[in-house]
């Protein structure tokens, strides 16, 4: 990915978009993130002869070798219309570089305090890198076509274990030239606590890298929100921090140092990290309240 010039473009900073008009068009642009294939984000199948295409778009952007959180959604389209699925049962099944797949899991639906959307998570270790296919399986019927993933051998991006960075962040007294610190309408009460300041400084902090007013998947609104609702549950254990996407207004706009020091090649992320500076668990793609209430117990003291 180049970070040259403090910018990323928006075609390596869209996450496998789950949403309406905007879903062809996260599906391409994700594909700068990695090959310069156009359906490197989604594998579609017809589904008969109504015409309607079902298919698998990728949500996580981060997966490795080990145990992963695994994101997904499925939608359908026929002619320009598209359409999020967010019910059903649905089961996945692994398997390595065309190998043997292992047995149908169950695939959990996040769509809690996300507006009648969501999508689809199953935990899996990945015993090696490379190319694995995902058989999916939607209320007894299983797509023609797999989603596939690329497992790198490490994260590319910070993960539990690990030492979160120490960079700065924008707050309300020193904005580092970010206008609006916040997009969210009200703004959030979460811009008052410099990240190089309460990382690792003894109380834990759940940092949201998201831009409401901007956000390619419009799961970033929303998973805000859910972080504004859930933290007053948690005011006395952990400090709660947001950061905007880009410094201004637009999406032409400089991306904050704080993204780029942090490595995220998508929107949004959650993390949260322990007293010691240490990451205890994370969030990408599009998340819901259970999930956040999840990562707040992680490390709430």
């Given at each position: 990915m180049d970070w040259s010039h403090h910018r990323i473009s928006r075609r390596s900073f869209v996450v496998?978009?789950?949403?309406?008009?905007?879903?062809?068009?996260?599906?391409?642009?994700?594909?700068?993130c990695g090959d310069d294939d156009p359906d490197a984000s989604s594998q579609s199948t017809n589904t008969g002869s109504t015409g309607d295409s079902v298919f698998g778009?990728?949500?996580?952007t981060d997966l490795a070798v080990g145990e992963n959180r695994v994101a997904f959604g499925i939608v359908s389209q026929k002619d320009n219309a598209v359409t999020e699925?967010?019910?059903?049962?649905?089961?996945?099944?692994?398997?390595?570089?065309?190998?043997?797949?292992g047995n149908f899991i169950d695939a959990t639906l996040r769509d809690q305090g996300l507006g009648g959307r969501g999508l689809f998570t199953v935990p899996f270790d990945f015993d090696r890198s490379g190319i694995w296919d995902m058989a999916i399986d939607l209320d007894g019927s299983e797509l023609a076509e797999p989603l596939t993933w690329q497992i790198a051998d490490k994260y590319a991006v910070v993960a539990p274990g690990d030492k979160a960075p120490t960079a700065q962040s924008p707050t309300v007294t020193d904005p580092m030239d970010v206008d609006p610190l916040c997009t969210r309408d009200p703004a959030c009460d979460f811009h008052s606590d410099n990240l190089a300041d309460v990382i690792g400084a003894g109380k834990p902090v759940v940092v949201l890298f998201a831009t409401p007013a901007l956000c390619q998947t419009r799961f970033c609104g929303p998973v805000l929100d859910l972080m504004v609702e859930i933290q007053p549950d948690f005011a006395d254990s952990v400090l709660p921090v947001h950061v905007e996407i880009y410094s201004g207004p637009a999406l032409d706009d400089p991306i904050v140092p704080t993204v780029e020091d942090w490595g995220l090649p998508s929107e949004p992320w959650m993390f949260a990290v322990d007293g010691d500076g240490i990451i205890r668990s994370r969030l990408d793609g599009a998340f819901d309240r259970n999930e956040i209430r999840a990562l707040f117990e992680s490390v709430a003291v």
């Open positions: 496998g978009a789950l949403g309406g008009a905007s879903l062809l068009g996260g599906a391409s642009l994700l594909a700068g778009v990728r949500s996580s699925i967010s019910a059903g049962t649905v089961k996945v099944a692994f398997a390595y570089d065309g190998g043997e797949r």
